[in-house]
């Protein structure tokens, strides 16, 4: 049986291992990924149903089956074992492993036909459920009260000012009554604003951040029918887009002005492809409305097609307004507002050094670039971040993309600042954009039997990484329901607060006081206020219940270990 075991038999051997690894994994009987419960009858167990699987296998005559069982099965397990254990060095090592087995297969024989009908069945159905997956997901983590005061908090109350005033208005921002755009000028936030208007709810703005995200992949679509992508493709291009760990992440932090980073930048790259001057203009100021920093994506896609494109005069009068632009609000935010936040980037600035020190650093000394980028966490980041895009982005011949590189190194590799390199957070969906983007470009001039595989490893390693990383989230309908009577109690003590009185709460109630002129975020606050409302679900160091079981307060409601509401006598007497 074993004398001649040709590289089939090898290959359906790693299956089989790979098919009875999956089942134990999923009855429990052998933990792999803690080699302390493994035991001897286990192993006899194993051993036997690897060889009787195995001899099945080998009894097939259609291959393809045994190629589309290898890389389904294979991505299930090492998913499984990357929730199992969701420390993110060990998910790119799983995607290493991953890497062989999909190079070891022949994906040309698994390549499935699409005909337009499926192709569009396929794209919606993969839309809608990211929109209920991640938007629905997002709705029910701010409705079982565990959205904290920054930044889902801050953005809940401005979009009542808004409703209320027009002016982006907050109080649990900076601790006193002022506009967001003193912080971020980020006026792209007003597109929001009619949805919000028929329907005034958090909930409303969870759900605008992933179809927002969601609509990314209209303009998507549309490049990678310019370029000539089979439907197989764009299906898969889709599916990385939609499911990118940093966008699912980002998602999860809840709602941020990067979450037009996305559709916005490829839009601007599909005009820009088909030049098309009004569309680039429009798409430009669109993205320039989201952020201060923006500038740097608007700038950069205007230099690459300034390079690549014959619209030399609309794309230099792009790349010098979006300089200019930069210029001038930077220096509006550092005169009126609170500056722009500089401190991200102190691995590279002396103190009281501007923005163009960081551009100096990088030029006079490249080696220091290096090492603050070859940092451990920014190469755990970096692969993290190209593994679900197959590694496209870096194959290439042709150097004038390296350009669409920029973005990516200077707001997530260069800052010291631990959040902008963190798929958990909202840094990743501009840059990410353009290097899906990037990916795809090197894919339509990649030959056909390289590009298939690494399409596939990118679509395999997007399931592995972002459930990886987002599980607790993905699934949080389980914990929705194991919550309830906590949160029926949470509910009771906020119906408890005046909708007139001024509230200062812990920082995962704050958004629930969305609608309060007046609330402030007690871990921050030095304020006082009508009324106190605290989270007991969790410890902290940082408040207490007994502070407030004084003359100075009345104790309203006090359900140990989930919430206490207090009333500031003195306060409410006035």
């Known amino acids: 049986m074993f004398a001649k075991l040709d590289s089939n038999k090898i290959y359906n051997l790693t299956l089989s291992w790979i098919l009875v690894s999956s089942l134990f994994l999923a009855n429990k009987h052998l933990d792999l990924i803690n080699m302390k419960s493994i035991h001897y009858l286990a192993i006899i167990i194993f051993v036997v149903a690897v060889i009787l699987i195995w001899l099945l296998i080998n009894r097939l005559k259609d291959q393809k089956v045994v190629k589309l069982a290898m890389v389904l099965f294979s991505t299930l397990y090492f998913t499984a074992a990357a929730v199992l254990n969701r420390e993110q060095l060990f998910a790119v090592g799983l995607c290493t492993v991953l890497g062989i087995i999909i190079l070891s297969t022949d994906v040309n024989d698994i390549r499935p036909r699409i005909g337009n009908k499926l192709f569009r069945r396929s794209i919606i159905v993969v839309s809608v459920l990211f929109v209920v997956l991640i938007g629905g997901n997002c709705c ?42 003193s912080v971020h000028m980020s006026p792209i936030y007003y597109l929001i604003l009619p949805f919000y208007y028929l329907f005034p709810s958090p909930v409303t703005l969870e759900l605008m951040q992933s179809i927002i995200v969601m609509s990314g992949i209209i303009p ?46 490829l839009w601007l790259i599909y005009f820009s492809e088909k030049e098309l001057w009004y569309g680039q203009a429009v798409f430009s100021a669109l993205l320039l409305a989201v952020k201060e920093d923006a500038a740097v994506y608007v700038a950069v896609i205007a230099l690459y097609f300034l390079f690549t494109r014959k619209n030399y005069k609309c794309n230099l009068c792009i790349l010098i307004s979006s300089i200019v632009y930069f210029a001038g609000i930077t220096r509006y935010l550092s005169i009126y507002g609170d500056g722009v936040m500089m401190y991200r980037y102190n691995n590279y600035l002396q103190d009281g050094e501007g923005t163009l020190a960081i551009l100096s650093s990088a030029l006079s000394d490249p080696a220091y670039v290096i090492s603050q980028i070859s940092m451990a966490d920014k190469v755990k980041f970096m692969f ?40 958990r957070y909202q840094y990743c969906f501009g840059t990410c954009a353009i290097l899906i983007y990037l990916a795809l470009l090197n894919y339509a001039d990649l030959k056909e039997k390289y590009r298939e595989k690494m399409l596939l490893y990118g679509v395999c390693c997007t399931i592995v990484i972002c459930t990886s990383i987002n599980y607790d989230h993905l699934g949080y309908i389980d914990f929705f329901n194991r919550s309830a009577e906590k949160r029926a109690k949470i509910k009771y003590a906020i119906s408890l607060v005046p909708e007139d009185a001024s509230v200062t709460a812990t920082t995962f109630l704050v958004a629930d006081f969305y609608d309060h002129e007046i609330v402030y975020e007690l871990e921050r606050t030095e304020n006082k206020t009508e009324y106190y409302i605290l989270d007991l679900r969790q410890d902290s160091d940082k408040y207490n219940p007994l502070d407030f079981m004084n003359d100075e307060y009345e104790t309203l409601y006090y359900e140990p270990d989930v919430v206490a509401v207090f009333r500031n006598i003195e306060e409410t007497e006035e």
């Open 220 to 265: 998507l679509l549309l490049i990678m029918k310019k370029h000539s992508l089979g439907k197989g493709a764009m299906i898969f291009f889709s599916l990385i887009y939609l499911f990118f760990p940093g966008f699912v992440g980002g998602c999860f932090y809840h709602l941020h002005e990067n979450c037009f980073l996305a559709p916005l930048i």
């Open 140 to 181: 029910l983590i701010y409705i079982n009260h565990w959205t904290a005061c920054y930044d889902f908090g801050i953005f809940s109350q401005m979009f009542h000012y808004m409703k209320e005033t027009g002016i982006p208005f907050t109080t649990c921002e900076r601790d006193e009554l002022m506009s967001h755009f």
């Open 384 to 423: 993290l971040t190209l593994m679900p895009i197959g590694f496209l982005p870096i194959i290439t011949k042709d150097y004038r993309r390296s350009i669409l590189m920029i973005p990516w190194i200077l707001i997530n590799l260069m800052p010291n600042y631990h959040y902008q390199y963190n798929l």
